[in-house]
């Protein structure tokens, strides 16, 4: 396996970061996970403009133009020979000696790696995950904003914990007012009325790019959209959830723990959702493909 490490492919065992890095030592830093379809990056441009705003709202300096970020991304899956894949792509702030300013870092790490997608297990689109609510609350927008996607994840990966504890597959997070906001790498949608719903970016989550697109996709297909304020109880009464992220796409949930006897079926909207996504994705790829043939030779 091959990994781009600053300017560089380098294999796995050479791809090494110093202990003096901020980002091992602060979590100073950014990152994006992206999908790849039959060698097409999906939603590439809106991941690297999403990277963007997360480097800008730390005041880190990306050290490599827009094209040449999607040439190392391209490399790297090029050099481990994958088509479908997950691809993460990491920044931090950099090599320096110890301290918090971020002006001791000269240059960012910048790391791409990549890895086959494997997929995730049929019964979870078939019978829908099991979620929990975490205890623990997201991180407030006015201390840290959720919609800086940076490499300081203890936050979730508190709540991740609380989910394996309660033998769930994702949990979800309350903001201080105790209204929903998202899962640790997902956003969450419900159905009530017939109205698809979902927590709000002022609620304080990542405003996920898969989130943008069913939002997009429901609209389209006639149905009524409301992101806005909620309540657990709301999840609960819901008759429809689903998460969803880059590599999940649009995964039903069976069941929110802490309410007894509460069943979610995987719904009618979920399935359409999720069937409407995959053919999005289907188009896209071959869009991709034909706007640039040279990229898959
Ligand atoms: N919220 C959080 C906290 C996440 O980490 C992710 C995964 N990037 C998402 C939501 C979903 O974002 P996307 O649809 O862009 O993958």
Known sequence: MYVYLNNKIVPASDAKVSVFDHGFLYGDGIY???RVYDGVVFMLDE??????????????AIPKKISDIKISIYETLKANSLTNAYVRLTISRGYGPIGLDPELCKEPTFVVMTNEFTGYPKSYYEEGIKLTIASVRRNLREALNPQIKSLNFLNNILAKIEAKQADAYEAIMLNAEGHLTEGTISNIFFVKNGILCTPSVECG????????????????NGLEVKEGIFTPEELYTASEVFITNTTMEVMPARRADKIDKTEFKVGEISKLLLKKYRQEVNGYVKEKKAEDPSLWE
């Not at 989550?205 to 389209?220: C, E, F």
């Open 47 to 60: 991941h690297i403009e999403r990277l963007y705003r997360s480097a800008s709202l730390i005041g880190l």
């Open 32 to 34: 994006e996970t992206m």
């Open 205 to 220: 989550i990542l405003d996920g790019i898969t989130r943008a697109m069913v939002i997009d996709l429901a609209l389209k």
